[in-house]
């Protein structure tokens, strides 16, 4: 599996932005799908975004269509997702994800490989 590490949360008030990053370990990065998923105190992970292997399609949950961007970069091994517009509801540990396919998945069951996770805070 691939090792994934995130980084990039932290403290920013409503109206602002945070890009948060995702590093990809090995040499097959290209084989995943990529998503973020999120899990704010008290609820179930819930998905965010999510990104094919090549980059050229995305798939965002409503919540946060217009306002985030999923990104990769398969020769940095990278994933991103630019947040802009933040609310306070978006507050959660983002955690990105990998999945040995070809396509995106809004699951967490079909992703095999998780990070450790990267709070974002969001105030009013």
């Known amino acids: 599996q691939v090792q994934l590490v995130e980084s990039g949360g932290g403290l920013v008030q409503a109206g602002g932005s945070l890009r948060l990053s995702c590093a990809a370990s090995?040499?097959?990065?290209?084989?995943?799908?990529m998503g973020w998923f999120r899990q704010a105190p008290g609820k179930e992970g819930e998905f965010v975004a999510a990104?094919?292997?090549?980059?050229?399609?995305?798939y965002y949950t409503n919540s946060v269509k217009g306002r985030f961007t999923i990104s990769r970069d398969n020769f940095k091994t990278m994933a991103y997702l630019q947040m802009n517009s933040l609310k306070p509801e978006d507050t959660a540990v983002y955690y990105c994800?990998?999945?040995?396919?070809?396509?995106?998945?809004?699951?967490?069951?079909?992703?095999?490989?998780w990070g450790q996770g990267t709070q974002v805070t969001v105030s009013s």
């Open positions: 994800a990998a999945r040995d396919s070809t396509w995106y998945s809004r699951f967490e069951a079909d992703f095999s490989s």
């Open positions: 090995g040499r097959t990065f290209t084989r995943y799908a």
């Open positions: 990104i094919t292997r090549n980059g050229g399609s995305t």
